[in-house]
């Protein structure tokens, strides 16, 4: 299991396929505070709550600086439909061999039902415009998230 990610360490650079299949990557964002929120599947209805509720602040959140994307080991073909469904408005970005969720410490052990398993951990890093860490949150619970990371980013809800 990686490491996790603190405030002050340098985020790792990553460059993934979007949900229309363009690569997308951290650079892109480069000079902006960036959320980078990882979730565990796509079309799911904790993952569904999560993604609607980043789009429903999303005006405010850019409004205040930041960008938001998506991260999960869903296939692209995955995330074009749960884009579609959700109407999402931000980038959903695959992950298919979970080589970035490693890397931001958002891939682990999990359990469930008894059972042991690897597998990704909702998390969310929140990036700043020099490219380092300001905030990094694991174990995340996909409903309420956003509204509990507005307020640890001091953003009116």
Partial sequence: MAERLIPG?????????????????LAD?????TIVY?????S???CAKEACDFRDTLASLQAAGYEVVGISPDPVKALAKF??????????????DHAVAEAYGAWGEK???GKTYMGLIRSTVVV?????????????????????????LKLDN
């Fill in 9 to 25: 360490d340098v985020a790792p650079n990553f460059s993934l396929l979007d949900e229309s299949g363009k690569s997308v990557g």
């Fill in 29 to 33: 964002f480069r000079g902006r505070k």
């Fill in 38 to 42: 990882f979730y565990p599947a796509a």
């Fill in 44 to 46: 799911t209805p904790g």
């Fill in 83 to 96: 884009a579609s469904e959700e109407q999402l408005t931000f980038p959903l970005l695959s992950d298919e």
């Fill in 111 to 113: 359990k469930n039902y």
């Fill in 128 to 152: 700043d415009p020099e490219g380092k860490v300001s905030l990094a949150q694991y174990n995340v619970r996909a409903t309420g998230h956003v509204a509990k990371l507005r307020r640890d």
